[in-house]
């Protein structure tokens, strides 16, 4: 059964960097399109970064030029590198395994999902 597992939030000052790690289990991160999601209470979960089996990636606007999204696949662990963090990124940070190879933004085309982490970033 594959499980996804978050660390690597934290409460930073406007800025400053983070590093989320998504360690995966029961599957492969390189077999399927692996992506991050956040939310805030009140809102609805929004795509930050994914990346496809073939290594293209996407980037939400909002995050573009600030954050990276990478995987290792020796190790088995999906990254977000995060610099330059803004209070609006603010939220609990979600890794994702998707359907297919290729990715989406949408909700319904991902397997399973982590149990989330929370990023707090104060301006």
């Known amino acids: 059964q594959a499980q996804l597992v978050e660390s690597g939030g934290a409460s930073v000052q406007a800025g400053g960097t983070l590093r989320l790690s998504c360690a995966a289990s029961?599957?492969?991160?390189?077999?399927?399109?692996m992506a991050w999601f956040r939310q805030t209470p009140g809102k609805e979960r929004e795509g930050v970064a994914n990346?496809?089996?073939?290594?293209?990636?996407i980037y939400a606007d909002s995050v573009t030029g600030r954050f990276t999204i990478t995987r290792d696949d020796a190790k088995n662990i999906l990254y977000l590198q995060m610099n330059a963090l803004k209070s609006e990124d603010t939220g609990t940070y979600f890794c994702?395994?998707?359907?297919?190879?290729?990715?989406?933004?949408?909700?319904?085309?991902?397997?399973?999902w982590g149990q989330g982490t929370q990023v707090t970033v104060s301006s």
């Open positions: 029961g599957m492969s991160v390189r077999s399927n399109c």
């Open positions: 990346i496809a089996t073939y290594s293209r990636t």
């Open positions: 994702a395994r998707g359907r297919y190879a290729g990715c989406t933004w949408n909700h319904g085309d991902y397997l399973d």
